[in-house]
T-cell receptor
Framework: GQQVMQIPQYQHVQEGEDFTTYCNSS?????IQWYKQRPGGHPVFLIQ?????EVKKQKRLTFQFGEAKKNSSLHITATQTTDVGTYFC???????????FGAGTILRVKS | NAGVTQTPKFQVLKTGQSMTLQCAQD?????MYWYRQDPGMGLRLIYY???????DKGEVPNGYNVSRLNKREFSLRLESAAPSQTSVYFC??????????FGQGTRLTVV
């Protein structure tokens, strides 16, 4: 079945440093979604990418979808303490239904 | 606007006891999901429902049953709880290939 792999598992950065998490799928994706989960909270949808090579920005966050639609990345510029949490990528299942999540990247920010 | 409502928020069970986790959404979504989250394991899909009356197994269905009562409600049942089922359980809903919205989660401990 489809697998979605995410690296790194954990990253601890100094406030103001940049952060990137990478997502790779074993199969081509029709779209990829990114979620953020604050400590003790529930996952919250951030963005969806659909097109090959697509790049979207949300303030300091930049999301990319690979040309082959099998990988994606989330880059945060100049991290802040409010960025702390776990970032998940997720892709639809083989028939576009089940949503399969990566294991997530835990981000800690030192102030 | 409630979104996705899960009950209960916390539960402690003894090994062998049974319980049902309730989930309801008010966004008219066809797709509903049950995930479990364990440290370092990300979100693992237990069961999925594409529409009322249909359910499908996810990655980790053993020990669980589900019921899609109607379009709004999707319940998860543990027939005979085991310590390995200690986890945080999330219900989510979405339109096909669109963002998933999560409930607040149920923290279940089986002793």
């Amino acid at each position: 079945g489809q697998q979605v792999m995410q690296i790194p598992q954990y990253q601890h950065v100094q406030e103001g440093e940049d952060f990137t998490t990478y997502c790779n799928s074993s199969t081509t994706l029709s779209n990829i979604q990114w979620y953020k989960q604050r400590p003790g909270g529930h996952p919250v949808f951030l963005i969806q990418l659909v097109k090959s090579g697509e790049v979207k920005k949300q303030k300091r966050l930049t999301f990319q979808f690979g040309e082959a639609k099998k990988n994606s990345s989330l880059h945060i510029t100049a991290t802040q303490t409010t960025d702390v949490g776990t970032y998940f990528c997720a892709g639809p299942g083989e028939y576009g239904n089940k949503l399969v999540f990566g294991a997530g990247t835990i981000l800690r920010v030192k102030s | 606007n409630a979104g996705v409502t899960q009950t209960p928020k916390f539960q402690v069970l003894k090994t062998g006891q049974s319980m049902t986790l309730q989930c309801a959404q008010d966004m008219n979504h066809n797709s509903m999901y049950w995930y479990r989250q364990d440290p370092g394991m990300g979100l693992r899909l237990i069961y999925y429902s594409a529409s009322e009356g249909t359910t499908d197994k996810g990655e980790v269905p053993n020990g669980y049953n589900v019921s899609r009562l109607n379009k709004r409600e999707f319940s998860l049942r543990l027939e005979s709880a085991a310590p390995s089922q200690t986890s945080v359980y999330f219900c989510a809903s979405s339109a096909l290939r669109q963002a998933a919205f999560f409930g607040q989660g149920t923290r279940l401990t089986v002793v």
